[in-house]
């Protein structure tokens, strides 16, 4: 990979010097005003959403499988459509800050602590995703550094993003973040057509890449049906599921803002992954022994003038940063309101326990990333997912939708055993489709018992 120049070093200088003083300033001006618009609340969601998956991750799955990767970014902007038609407005009218104390509600103190103990979990295995991409990204600027080190100073710079910005900082940095990141992988994909001879060419490099797999490259469903299928349910369950999202609703001014601001996402998400897919095929083609998870950087750092490859090197590690910092926001919010008031019957503390367990989460993750965990980011990012999912998705549609008809005993049993169940058939890889379905039907089938049973009971 080629050395770094002064003017690399100047690019992303400049550019985490623009985002992290944007980060702080929003993060005062916060207290003015914390209602937003629906351009804030796209920031949010996808702050949060649009980060290494997006970008290392699917440059990485498509070096590996082609079209296939573009399931995280189509599918994440599938999940903010059906948040936006059917989600916001009874979230919003659910009176609460968090996803979990919606379940907590509706089935009791017991169920909703264990919902909210699972689903930190399964944003927790995302952060340690989203430190695995930022380490790819810190090793093109400082090949020499070890694993461990690169780890620390991602977690720290995560930990700055979100103790300066607060939510409505994290949806305003998300904003450039997303401009800055749609000129980079715009740029990226151009440069891929241009070198290749146009699309033509482009097609004609790819139908040439050495593949003793005999991977259908340009298929969505490189990887099977069931698999490929079970990605994009993946992320429409988890993003529904998942407090970091959620935090962009519940933060607009009005129902009307937090809509439009989902249907943003919606539309502004999928085009991101199209770059990454571009580049991923392209260095496969032109350098077919490299480890796939560089592919993104390598790419930037070999191609691009150096001023520009800075930026979109930092541009990236932001992307990054801001992914894991929502996220670890995320938990912290549901540790602070649900967790902790619950086991202690005190009422939740104030911005420094909030921050404190910002920086526990994000250093606990650290320690957990320094294993042999780092092969392939966005099978992380789809498990965690898919774990969130598996885990509220069932009773929370049931508590906007069946509410007072199902007994807790039976929200109870599907928390336990959707995730169970994904986390066995998971690592069992017996199933010829995505272990997340199984779970998703289980949780169905335990709370339609439920109701039906409760019906029985009102008829006697």
């Known amino acids: 990979m080629k050395k770094l120049t002064i003017q690399h070093i100047i690019g992303i200088s400049i550019t985490l010097a623009v985002i992290l003083g944007l980060s702080i300033y929003t993060g005062k001006a916060v207290k003015k005003n914390k209602e937003a618009n629906s351009w804030i609340v ?33 599918g994440a902007g599938i999940a903010c459509l059906v948040l936006a038609v059917l989600y916001v407005k009874p979230l919003r009218q659910s009176g609460s800050n968090t996803l979990l104390s919606i379940v907590g509600k509706e089935y009791g103190t017991k169920t909703g602590l264990l919902a909210s103990v699972l689903s930190s979990l399964g944003s927790f295995i995302n952060i340690i995703s989203q430190l695995i991409a930022a380490t790819a990204i810190i090793a093109v600027v400082f090949p020499k550094l070890s694993l461990a080190p690169a ?81 994009c349910f993946s992320l429409i369950v988890g993003v529904i599921a998942t407090q970091s999202y959620a935090q962009g609703i519940f933060a607009a001014k009005t129902t009307k803002e937090a809509k439009k601001g989902a249907l943003l996402s919606a539309l502004l998400v999928p085009p991101v992954g199209i770059g990454g897919i571009l580049v991923g095929l392209y260095m496969r083609s032109v350098h077919p022994g490299i480890v796939a998870k560089t592919a993104l950087t390598m790419f930037v750092t070999e191609y691009m003038p150096p001023l520009f490859s800075g930026v979109v090197l930092a541009t990236l590690f932001i992307a990054v940063l801001g992914t894991g910092a929502g996220l670890a926001l995320g938990i912290a919010t549901i540790l602070k309101n649900d967790i902790i008031p619950t086991l202690t019957r005190k009422s939740p503390g104030g911005m420094t326990l909030e921050r404190i367990l910002i920086v526990v989460i994000l250093f606990s993750a650290c320690l957990l990333s320094m294993g042999p965990l780092g092969d392939t980011i966005l099978n992380f990012a789809f498990m965690s997912m ?27 049993l599907s928390i336990i055993l959707g995730p169970v169940l994904v986390l066995i058939f998971g690592l069992w890889k017996v199933l010829p489709f995505d272990p997340l379905f199984i779970g998703i039907f289980a949780a169905l089938l335990i709370m339609a018992f439920g109701y039906v049973i409760n019906r029985k009971n009102k008829l006697q």
């Open 386 to 412: 898919g774990l969130r999912g598996a885990t509220i998705f069932i009773p929370l549609c049931c508590a906007f939708w069946c509410s007072g008809k199902i007994h807790s005993r039976y929200a109870f």
């Open 151 to 231: 780890l620390l100073i991602s977690a720290l710079f995560m930990t700055l993003y979100i103790i300066f910005g607060g939510t409505k900082g994290s949806g305003m940095v998300g904003i450039l973040k997303m401009v800055l990141l749609y000129v980079a992988m715009m740029t990226c994909g151009i440069m891929v057509l241009y070198f290749s001879g146009g699309l033509s060419g482009f097609l004609g490099i790819v139908e040439r890449i050495d593949n003793p797999e005999q991977v259908s490259f340009f298929s969505l469903f490189a990887r099977g049906i069931g698999t490929d299928l079970g990605a």
């Open 42 to 74: 796209a920031g949010i969601i996808m702050g949060t959403l649009v980060g290494g998956s997006s970008t290392v991750g699917t440059a990485q799955l498509a070096y590996n499988y082609g079209m296939s990767a573009w399931w995280w970014t189509l």
